[in-house]
DNA sequence: TACCTATAGTCAATGTCGTTGACTTCATGG
DNA sequence: CCATGAAGTCAACGACATTGACTATAGGTA
């Protein structure tokens, strides 16, 4: 009640913030800080404020508004996640499940972004690198350059699309995810068996929703997908010439 | 200025809404209304009352709170949608292909919900149905129950995720979308091709985001993968005996 | 050195949300 | 015929992003 008018847990006349002392740099780090530590849904220019000890408005100083702060924090941590671990092996298919955990990982480690990084295009180096190296791994891998394209972008869109879904998985609630988790093991098991043969005879079976096999299966899959193409690609060039 | 307090446009004491005039159907309806027409974001419940005529908050009266409104109106528009088109062809892999359709077609028709849409469980008929469906097409294809189960997760996780994933795309701003999509028809042919000579070679072949041969595309090469299956467990069966 | 000015940081205010608690109205049934 | 409580209303709150007016200050110029 006394004479500190804002939110300064100490006394004294909170003073401004020197010159200079802020650029994007130095709020992306508070930005990064922030949403490791609360998550997407933390990071409010009210919480970068208290974090930069600055009024929360600087910010629009840096940055035309919220969503060209998040697009720039995404590539940062993009950048720094996974930006020098694409080193080829050699091994087409190993190169592709490289750079699929890579991502999936990544996503898992920031779910809060993870819708966002797999819808938008940041056309940055770390996206050029990216999409280099699934492409020299598809020609590796026999395909012509029509379906190397082609699958490069079916391939990508699965990893990304699904490792988004797994990332909003974890964002939920502990209620939501517990109820859904229990669907699974529990409700699918008393189906009546005229209506429901298929899920009665196999419901002991069936995966819970975030079943760790699910994404490494999916890739295998595609991976075998991809080597059929090759192989009828090659066909058809014998059969060609 | 006159006597009307409230955001009426008409003049008149703005009656009060008859008793029991709402209800969950009623206020379901009218939030399918909205949603249709303005999309997920232009579902508040300012919007509502407008809608409806009454005051917001009357409809705490029926919903807890807006989640529970939401997942309802997901569960009602998915019955509506497609709970009755999923009737079984004989060929298997072309109901692969109709479920598959159903669901994109949904998701993209309410782009404002697929997120939600395809990270949570509703343990609910329609739910079910599609897993039975599902499952025993997998079953005809020559799947053995392990792998069934394990590709009918795999296969819906990548069937909602990816078109989740289109349908966020469809939910950007124009001028996001349109930067995204200049992106991999101009920037994209103009990197350097020492650095990037795959993309460089392969540049005028690159898809766009949301070209539309992507997702069918990904549900061949799925079934491909799960025929490359079938002939793999027969081959092992044969072997066994 | 003393002043100017562009710029960076601050602050108060606005508008949009979801949500809450205190009201008012009114159909029912004792 | 009044008491009860459920259904609709309303004002207010707190969180949020964003804006425009302000104020302090670093660096150049006279």
Redesign the pocket.
Known sequence: MAAA??AQSEAGP?K???????SRAVILAAAEQIALRDGLEG?????LGTELQ?????I???FR???ELVLELIDALRAKSYGDQLVSTGDWREDLRLIATAIHEHYLRYPGFAQQMAARTTRRPTEFHNVEFALDAMRRAGLEDEDATLCVRVFGNHVRAVSAMEASLRMLDDEARTMDELAWTVEYRQLSAEEFPNISRTSDKLLTVGDPRLFSEGVEMFLDSIELRAKRAKAARRKRS
């Open positions: 008018k804002s909170r401004r913030r020197p010159r200079d002392s802020l990071l409010t220019f009210g919480a600055a009024h929360s408005t600087s629009y100083r840096h508004d919220k969503d």
